[in-house]
Structure formats: structure tokens, C-alpha cells
């Protein structure tokens, strides 16, 4: 009785929802043109940045990108708190053996590549697709290789805690610096080079660069304050 | 190419009919299901097809990716025209901005919600939310 | 060309399919791999609509950490969905 109800108001939105976006032509430009090509214009004349994704979400709207950091901190907190053992009850951990000699060698040797390759996607951010978040996500993927090929492969906490906090403060003190030069807060105060160099477009590898080291941190936190719970 | 059916174009509507079909897939998990891993789950799915359905609203026909990489620009001197010329051919780069961010939080979502998952199996020794609602403390 | 047409309405059915297989599926950990698939179609379909960037974050946040955290929370409860058509006892104190 209860699933031919839920069926049948589903029906109902699916109808409704789809008899709106049919009236939208797709791949034809129906909507203002006035927020698309203001982005699409002042990247590359203004800031000198070829990754118009990148100026967005850093320097246009870079607010919101101060407040999903603050959303991920609050879940790595968040998680920590609710999953806390007193110290005399720490179990085991839940990888209870190593994994076996090919699959151990083979991490040992790509967990520096995988570091490379996310510090590289996070520092030339904004220049080719990529960026802070895509740069953390992947150091965080190598820990996890590590964490699950060996037994007891330690990550300590101290560490992670100073480069997390560290970057954070970076961030912060960026934005009032722009403050502090008569602008606003996150505005661009360096001098923006040319296109298409490693050095260009002001703050933005700047506060990329401590996006990303603080997203990494955060990630490889929650993964092993979770691989270490078990009864 | 595209093959006319009921005077619609079947191709271009394809991407509309998938993301609204697996947004009431992903609902149907949360609203029906019983074990609260399984609406979890749900709350996964749900959460793939909005993401799917805001990028394809921004698509333009024939368009390429907003980078202004070397290989686009292909030595032309960097004018006012030149950039408004290649920039009539661009998707809209506001969408990616946002999911950019749902994507994220979505994650941590995800995360938060499974860890009171395991503080609700440690206290009441089930999974099913009748059960739940039956025992009082 | 036609073989274009058909590989993407390939693609599409198949993420409608493993949408609706998680959610049947009663074995906990074989829903959990559906919804890795689904993941890893959603970052080819960014792909195809023009947004790398956004593909590369859907690939390594949807396939890898996802899928790890839910097997964390199954290891840690119940692995299998009881019958859901059996009526429910009342706790009688």
C-alpha cells in the first residue's frame, strides 16, 4: 500500500519536472546572456588566468570556496567526535592482515608518483583542468594505497594537524591582506603577468596551493580515523 | 544525426530523461526502504543525478571546454574581438562552478550520516528503523 | 555517425540500470559496487559534455572514497537485508 503511493506521487513530480525541461530547448543559448559572457571576458583580459572555472571559483566567488572548506573541517570533526574511544578500548584496526608481496611492492613503488602527480594537478590549477580539490582528492587516494596494503602503516596525527591548520590560516590571512590594501576582502593585490605562465594571475596559485595541501590533510584524516574502529 | 519520433528530437532530450529518471530512482530508495544503510544508499544515487542534471542544462551545441588553452588560441594575438569570438562558442562555465562545490559536500554528507550509522547499530543491535522506533531507549 | 549514437544510449541504459540494481539488490556489498558504477559513468558523461573539470573530481571522490567508506560501515554492521515482508513484532515488556 505504502510503495503504489510513493510510486504514484513520484509519477506525478517525474511528469512535472520533465514538461518544464522540455520547454528548454537543449544546446541552444535560452537564458540571459549577461553572467556567461561577463565571466567568460574578464577572466582572460582582467586576471590573465586561462581556466575560466578556476577564476570562479576562486576570485569571483571565492567566499563560497572559504565556506565549503570550513564544511569539510566540520565533517572531519564531526566524524571524529561521534566515533571516539576512550584509550584503554582501542581494537584493532580493521585491516587485519597485509596484503600479499606483489600487491606490497607494487605500492611502495607508486605511492610517490601518485604525491607527484597530485601536487602537480594542484599547482597548475590555473592553467590546465584541475585545481585544489582535484589535487587533494588524489594525495588522499595514494594514503588510502598505503593504508590498505600494509598492516601497520602509521600516519601521525600531529603532522596532519599542522599542515591542515597551517594552510588554513594561509587562506585567511590572504583575504585580509587583500583587505588591508584598501580593497576588499579576497581581492587580487599581486600584479597579474602574462597568460599562459606558471607565475600569472596574482593570489590564485596562492590560495589554490593551500586548498589543496588542506583538503589532502582533511581527507587522510577521515580515512583513518574510520580504517581505525572496529569492536 | 537525429531521428524524429512524436516530433521530438530523441537525442537531444537523452541526458534530460536519464537524470530525472535516476533523481526518482535515488527518492524511491530514501522514502520506501527499511534499513538505514540501504537510504543511505539512496541518498548516494539521488545525489549523481542532480549533479548530471545541472551540467547538462548548461551544454551548448558543438561547443568546447572553457579553457583558453595555446592550443585553441593557435598564436592569435589576444584582442577584445578575438576573445568574444571564441568565447560565442563556449559552454557555460557558471554550472561546473557550482557542482564543483555539491560534489563535496555531498561527500560529507555521506560520511557524517554512515558514522551516526554505526553509534545507532552499537546502541540498539539493528538496522531496521521499525525496530528503532519500537524500542525506547 | 550512428555507432556514436548508439555507444552513448549504451552508456545511458546502463547507469538507469545499476541505479535500479543498488536499490533492489538485497546483498549489501553488491549494492555498494553498483553505486561505483554509477560513478564511474557519471565521470565519463562530464566528459562527453564538455567539463574536465568536474569529471576529474566525480571520478576520484565517487569511486574511491565512497565505495571505501560504505565497506567500513558494513564491516562494522550487518552485511545482509532482512525480509522486509515480515510483520513486525511488537517488544513485549
Known sequence: MRKIVVISLLAVFGVYLLEVLFKLDFGHQFFLNGVKDFYLTNSPEKL??????????????????????????????????ILYKERHQLGERAVLFSSSRIVMTGSKLLFPAIILLGVYVFIHGHLTPGGGFQGGVIIA??????????????????????????????????????????????ENFLPTGTMNNLLSGGVIPIIYIAVGLKVGAELTGLIYTALNEKD | MDFKLFDLSIIEYAFFITAVLVILIGLYGVLVKKTLIKIVIGLSVLDAGINLLLISVGYLK???????????????????????????GMVDPVPQALVLTAIVIGFGVIAVALSLVIRLYRHHHTLNIDEIKNLKW | MIIYVILLFFLLILMIGAAIYSIVQRDLLYAVIGTGVISLILSVLF??????????????????????????????????EKDSDQPIKPVSK
Open chain 3, 47 to 80: 566528459l562527453l559534455l564538455q567539463a574536465p573539470d568536474v569529471a576529474l573530481t566525480e571520478a576520484a571522490i565517487g569511486v574511491a572514497l565512497t565505495t571505501i567508506i560504505f565497506i567500513i560501515t558494513i564491516r562494522n554492521t550487518v552485511r545482509f
Open chain 2, 62 to 88: 558543438e561547443g568546447t571546454a572553457p579553457i583558453f588553452s595555446p592550443a585553441l588560441l593557435k598564436g592569435m594575438p589576444l584582442t577584445m574581438d578575438n576573445i568574444r569570438k571564441l568565447s560565442e
Open chain 1, 48 to 81: 590573465n588566468v586561462a581556466n575560466v572555472v578556476t577564476s570562479i571559483v576562486v576570485n569571483f566567488r571565492g567566499f563560497d570556496t572559504l565556506g565549503e572548506v570550513t564544511v569539510l573541517f566540520l565533517a572531519t570533526t564531526a566524524m571524529s567526535s
Open chain 1, 141 to 186: 587516494t595514494g594514503f588510502l594505497l598505503m593504508l590498505l596494503a600494509y598492516k601497520d602503516y602509521r600516519v601521525s596525527h600531529m603532522a596532519l594537524s599542522i599542515v591542515e591548520s597551517s594552510a588554513g590560516i594561509i587562506f585567511a590571512s590572504v583575504g585580509l591582506l587583500g583587505m588591508l590594501n584598501g580593497g576588499t576582502f579576497l
